[in-house]
């Protein structure tokens, strides 16, 4: 053990074997095991634990290499990061997790999904570009509607008007199923780019973004539905971290 609890046993021990502390044996023993060595041993062997505890504490997982994005800000944003969707139920295995969807969904296709996850691709960019989530709220899960309405009337409030224009989708990937406590779950990567601007409400002049440069992103959108051939519904956004 190379640690300051290693350092501390291996000098407490040594200490011991060669009676080197002084200390008299229990019952009047001098050379036998102390009532004193009993008292350290357990000291030290509570500052190990201590130590290996604490340690442990500290070295939390990282949440993985993804941030949440709000439409229409693809840099880095200040909202607390959220990973993808996960928990222990997941497998990492994307074949695999095909299977388990497909037991209860014999009729599900990647490219048949792959192609309705990029209409609702669209469809969002359309409802959040014009400023009215209500065509698509049954195409969002409550949470993902709710945060994406916040986000909305923030823009209002501060009197700007995010703009989306020219978004063309360069590909789409299935990286990611599992299934979760009675949903299904599958995340697909958009590569894509689009004109990004926000604009002031009264005076129409961009205060974020280009109206003329066009910017590129990697995005991670997650749905989900009861398991079966039911509707999918997006839960989560997120971005690749450069």
């Known amino acids: 053990m190379r640690s300051l609890a290693g350092g501390l046993i291996g000098g407490f021990l040594g200490g011991m074997l060669f009676r080197s502390l002084g ?32 340690r442990s504490q500290q070295e939390v997982p990282s949440e993985g290499p993804y941030q949440r994005v709000v439409l229409g800000d693809r840099g880095p944003e200040l909202h607390p990061t959220a990973a993808p969707q996960s928990t222990m139920f997941r497998e990492p295995d994307l074949e695999r997790g095909l299977e388990y969807i497909r037991q209860m969904d014999p009729g599900f296709e990647e490219g048949r999904f792959q192609e309705a ?25 409550q949470e993902m509607y709710s945060q994406l309405s916040e986000d909305g009337e923030r823009l209002k409030k501060e009197r700007k008007i995010n703009r989306l224009e020219n978004i063309a989708v360069r590909s789409v990937e299935l990286t990611e199923a599992w299934q979760e406590r009675g949903q299904d779950y599958a995340t697909v990567r958009f590569l894509a780019s689009l004109l990004d601007s926000t604009v002031d409400e009264g005076t129409g002049q961009v205060v974020e973004g280009s109206r003329t440069e066009s910017v590129k992103f990697e995005e991670f959108w997650t749905f989900t539905r009861p398991v079966g051939p039911n509707r999918w519904q997006l839960s989560a956004i997120n971005q690749a971290e450069a």
């Open 117 to 141: 996850c990029t209409d609702l691709f669209f469809k969002v960019q359309a409802g959040w570009g014009n400023r009215d989530l209500e065509p698509i709220r049954a195409i969002l899960t």
């Open 23 to 54: 200390f008299a044996g229990f019952g009047g023993m001098g050379g036998g095991f102390g009532l004193m060595d009993v008292v350290l041993l357990a000291g030290i062997g509570f500052a190990i634990y201590w130590i290996v505890k604490r």
